[in-house]
């Protein structure tokens, strides 16, 4: 697998191979729902964060724009459910935060470390497959790969402020080995989730342009 599907800096260690993708096709409206509760949480989350960072860290006005910038993509993803008269409808959550967040350190200050570099990896991993979707539905649902293109860039950056705060509050080279722990624990969830029309779900069992044998490809053994 190439680079560009690794995420934006490189770190997630499990690569989503562009077959699953295509599976997604066929899911589209679902996916599409849960874009918009996905955003919705990552809002909150973002929030959470900025009321839980130390004072003076100097990342307030960042903090929050992303906070903002994930309403709009909220907003954004309402809209097109509304135009395509699909009810943005409760949903099962996907399991994946639930899972990642049992690697995290309970007590303080390492839990909020976790969380942030937890929030990096959600925000890659979005990324990457967003980019996926968006090369794959380009062609045969031009607004909806243009919505997932428009918010690659944005998610790419939130990955970036979630590393920097993190490495900020302990240091670069803790936070970097904090980092490849929790990579290693993430790759390990998608690899035993099982598939799912969700963004952050297992790869399908049938991989209709890939040989089986590359479907679970990784690099960097994480
Ligand atoms: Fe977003
Ligand atoms: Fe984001």
Redesign the pocket.
Known sequence: MSAEHAGPSGSLSFVTPPGWATAMWAHRAELLVEQAH??KK??SAALALLFRLPAGTGHERALSSLAR??LV??ERALKLLASRGIDFAPQQPSIYAEQLKRAAARTMPGRLVDELLLGAII?GR?CERMQLLATEFAGGDDELAAFYAD?VA??AR?ESLYQQIAADLVGADAARQRLATLVAHEASVLRSAPFAPRLHGGLPDTQPDTQPDTLRAEVGGG
């Open positions: 996905l955003e990552a809002a910038e994930e993509h909220f925000e979005s918010l944005a998610e939130h």
